[in-house]
């Protein structure tokens, strides 16, 4: 069967071949996320966005950040550009580099985005401007940072398209979006967004809409560029099976807080949440029987509303450990450290963790 362009494997670049900003990196975290908390007026009242958040994104990390539709996700990203309208009233603080960005001039922020940060948007059909040429984009992403001549942003762009995988890209420069499929379209958003070597690159959903295969090749272009610039990515997802493939650590959110927070084996392999409990459970294994024993778990009931938040924990209505009435319903838990660098946001995770291994010892006394 013949290649179609989607299918053409990235092209493999020798350490050192292009790119590298060459700026200095904080022995700290390079991105300090603390205490974020993003609401928005409206009429039915505030939408607490995102409730208290806090994180790090270490240099040459890949943080997943994963939840329900709704869980703040996008918001956190999109504070931390400061891409939200006026309307929003953003509080906490957003150190880069040890420099706190949130709140800073505009001016300050368009000097930041795609040059130190950038982004790599979900839907790349509407991040693409339908009227311009992709190769006339990724230039000026270029030129709003760099002091270049017409070659040398066309050699430049034309570099950018090889790295990501495009095939023929002095061609392919010249088409418009609609031009391109699904999975070139997401490659050429990464090619704009790697324009200028980030030291962070923030990803939102950026297999969202691709089949497996398609998502398998985008991620592995986004890999690769992190192996040659050692750049950071916070990778925005839904999808857990992408999570466990590319990311170091993981921040679960739900209904616009962290609920929990660790590595991805902690995570997958010793969760602390009920959430995050649920979430696993939910995924189809290949090493689960098919029997009314091995069924996939379905979490019940619908996210509460961001608006008319339950008090105490805002899991609980659908939580299968909570107390009701009890400690659950009124009294909000603080993240916690419950392990190495392993946080979750539980009253009961101390019992969760004993239930999981007396369930572990029990399927190793079947086995």
Request: aromatic content about 4%.
């Amino acid at each position: 069967m013949a290649q179609t362009p989607e299918m053409l494997e990235p092209i493999d670049l020798e350490p050192g071949e292009t790119g590298g900003n060459g700026r200095g990196r904080p022995d700290g975290p390079l991105l300090e996320v603390r205490n974020l908390t993003v609401e928005f007026p409206t009429d039915d009242g505030i939408v607490h966005a995102v409730d208290d958040v806090s994180f790090t994104v270490n240099p040459n990390e890949t943080l997943g950040i994963v939840g329900e539709s709704g869980s703040g996700k996008s918001v956190t990203s999109m504070a931390i550009l400061g891409l939200l309208p006026k309307s929003a009233k953003i509080s906490g603080e957003v150190l880069f580099r040890g420099e706190n960005i949130l709140g800073q001039s505009e001016k300050n922020l368009q000097k930041l985005r795609g040059s130190s940060i950038a982004m790599i948007f979900q839907d790349a059909l509407a991040a693409l401007n339908p009227v311009f040429k992709v190769g006339k984009q990724i230039a000026e992403a270029i030129l709003v940072h760099q002091d270049l001549n017409d070659k040398e942003v066309d050699d430049r762009v034309i570099e950018l398209l090889e790295i990501v995988g495009i095939p023929n890209p002095r061609d392919r420069a010249e088409q418009y979006p609609h031009e391109y499929s699904g999975g070139m379209r997401q490659r050429a958003m990464i090619a704009m967004s790697i324009a200028n070597d980030p030291d962070l690159l923030i990803a939102d959903e950026p297999t969202t809409a691709l089949d497996v295969t398609i998502q398998a090749q985008v991620l592995d272009v986004l890999e690769r560029i992190q192996d040659r610039t050692s750049s950071s990515v916070m990778l925005i997802t839904h999808d857990l099976g992408v999570v466990a493939g590319v990311a170091d650590r993981v921040l679960v959110m739900y209904a616009g807080r962290q609920v929990e927070m660790g590595t991805v084996d902690q995570i997958f392999y010793e969760p602390r949440h009920p959430y995050a409990v649920g979430l696993l459970a939910s995924l189809p294994r290949l090493d689960r029987r098919s029997d009314k024993h091995s069924r996939l778990h379905r979490i019940t009931g619908q996210p509460p509303s961001v608006v008319f938040l339950p008090p105490g924990c805002a899991f609980h209505p659908r939580c299968p450990m909570a107390e009701v009435p009890g400690i659950c319903d009124h009294e909000r838990p603080d993240l916690r450290l419950v392990g190495d660098d392993h946080w979750a946001a539980c009253h009961f995770s101390e019992r969760l963790a004993e239930e999981q291994a007396v369930a572990l010892g029990e399927t190793e006394a079947r086995s």
